[in-house]
């Protein structure tokens, strides 16, 4: 497994066609803007490498044996996808927001499971370069960006329909040793950061659209691959400031394809229209299952900061109405957990070995994430007060004369240093009233999709008939004899057979019937 040190050094060996700001980069770990996200990967790397943490960061391979990190891992068993929410959850309270691997993650495990049903049903030989891809990326501890997000154009429209085909990713040319692509993403996370690009469909195809069904890998510093990247927020100074965001960010990109050859042994799906939509759902429903572990991560950070935030107030024991708001952070933060953890133990083996968590259960712990971080964050400001949004900053404390009525006047309890409790006011400033707090409060809502997209995935699986079945049985309404009788034993044999391997994988044939 790599070091951060030789993570850092590959970024600085590629040729990346990349642009922060404006203004072109050649060497990402010297650029102010690209140094807190480079930080939070980095983290990812170092924990690997620690004897501590590595029963939760690491995995053994399915292809080698070897221990490999776990962003690299194919989950094999539910305890893989308890490990993995474990993890999420760990990497999030130490970055303080969001840690960014977990996509390319979520992008390889769909990927190994539709692959394997294409060349079950088409006879072509996609898993098997996905395989060998997955080999290379684990033998070399790759980090992959997910670049799933497609820039859309008119959204009324279908791809083949749009005024500029590029508007999505889509293919332009078919050659003996591979193929040219052409289009954008965008959003995509930490792409000024990785080696690799793990590119999949963002929605389905209908047939007409079949050149925009595809999925591939390539390098970051493909020819004709190019990135344009937000400096986000302004590097802080640090000190008693901005004690997160002056260590850890985000970067978003929009990543165009102009003419980018893909080799055979790279693409895992090109015009199979019928999978198109089934692969960005299942890459949707992992994201999902991830947003379930590094919620309450962010939870746990806030909750700790409003309690501190309520001590530096208040001498002795919480006030019962501080009391309330930060039951309501646990409540929140387990509730979503605890979806995870279901959608892990109730996961399903498919055919191709991969262990897929329980998408309804996934679904609703993205779902109700997003229904809590904005009042999270609320309770945060309302706990912590005005200092979170006023505290002094570093360079005034940095002033001795200025130090000395600042030590005078922002006193809290007595027995608590100034400075103690100005850090901790900091701290639920960059939480709750920077701009970080911002993008963390917008990327809960939006990503792994809206919430309405958690609404259609949960609707199109979630079984009413054998409940109707129940009600009509209850009610004493006529209906077909057994069916009472009938839905119970597939229910118990449902149950009883929770971790056995699929024959089908349950919204394949449903999905590709109608391309997704």
């Known amino acids: 497994m790599k070091t951060a040190a030789e993570y850092r050094a590959d970024l600085d060996e590629m040729n990346v066609d990349l642009v922060v700001g404006g203004e072109r980069v ?31 960061m690491t995995a053994t391979s399915h ?8 962003f690299t891992h194919i989950h094999q068993s539910c305890d893989d996808l308890l490990r993995k929410l474990a993890m999420t959850r760990l990497y999030t309270q130490t970055c303080g927001g969001c840690i960014q691997r977990c996509m390319g993650t979520d992008g390889l495990n769909a990927t190994s499971i539709i692959s394997y049903e294409i060349d079950k049903a088409r006879g072509t030989s996609y898993h098997q370069n996905f395989l060998k891809y997955l080999r290379y990326v684990q033998d070399n501890d790759l980090m992959l960006a997910g670049c799933v997000t497609d820039v859309k154009g008119d959204r009324s429209l279908r791809c083949h329909q749009q005024a500029d ?33 793990m590119v999949i469909p963002t929605q389905a195809r209908p047939e007409e659209d079949k050149d925009w069904a595809v ?21 802080p100074a640090g000190g008693i400031s901005c004690p997160i965001t002056s260590k850890y960010n985000i970067n978003e990109a929009l990543v165009i394809f102009d003419n980018v050859f893909v080799p055979w042994e790279r693409v895992f799906m090109c ?21 379930s572990a590094c919620k309450p991560g962010l939870a746990d950070l806030i909750m700790g900061s409003a309690a501190l935030a309520s001590d530096c107030n208040f001498s002795g024991k919480m006030p019962g109405h501080i009391n309330d708001k930060i039951f309501q952070l646990i409540y929140n933060a387990e509730m979503i957990y605890s979806c995870g953890v279901a959608s892990s133990v109730m996961g399903r083996k498919q055919q191709s070995g991969t262990y897929l968590p329980d998408v309804t259960m996934a679904n609703m712990g993205k779902y109700h994430a997003g229904l809590c971080i904005h009042d999270e964050v609320a309770t945060l400001q309302d706990i912590a007060g005005g200092l979170a949004f006023t505290a002094p900053d570093n360079d005034n404390w940095q002033n001795p004369e200025v130090r000395k009525d ?12 100034t400075e103690e409790r100005l850090r901790v006011f900091h701290l639920c400033r960059d ?26 995935t949960v609707m199109k699986d979630y079984d009413l008939e054998w409940r109707k079945v129940m009600a009509r049985h209850h009610a004493g309404i006529p209906q077909p004899e057994g ?23 349950p919204i394949l044939e449903k999905e590709t019937k109608k391309g997704g």
């Open 483 to 505: 069916a009472w009788e009938e839905v119970n034993r597939k229910l118990v044999s449902a149950l009883a057979n929770q971790n056995s391997t699929e024959t089908e994988l």
């Open 271 to 291: 015009g199979e229209w019928e999978w198109a939509g089934i692969l960005a759902r299942l890459f949707g429903d992992y994201h999902r299952h991830s947003y």
């Open 431 to 456: 939480l709750c009233n920077s701009e970080e707090a911002a993008f963390n409060m917008t990327v809960g809502v939006i990503g792994a999709g809206p919430m309405q997209a958690q609404r259609i």
């Open 215 to 235: 999925c591939f890998s390539c390098p970051c510093d493909a020819p004709g691959l190019k990135l344009i990247v937000n400096r986000g927020p302004t590097p």
């Open 63 to 70: 292809l080698s044996g070897k221990k490999i990190s776990r």
């Open 406 to 417: 600042l030590e005078k006047y922002l006193k809290g309890p007595a027995s608590l240093p």
């Open 165 to 197: 085909p590029d508007l999505n990713v889509h293919v332009v040319d078919k050659r003996d040793d591979g193929i040219v692509v052409r289009g954008a993403k965008t959003h995509i996370s930490c792409a000024a950061y990785s080696h690799e690009m």
């Open 26 to 56: 050649k060497k990402p770990t010297d650029n102010p803007w690209l140094q807190r996200g480079i930080n939070v990967i980095s983290l990812t790397y170092d924990f690997a490498n620690d004897p501590v943490y590595q029963p939760l």
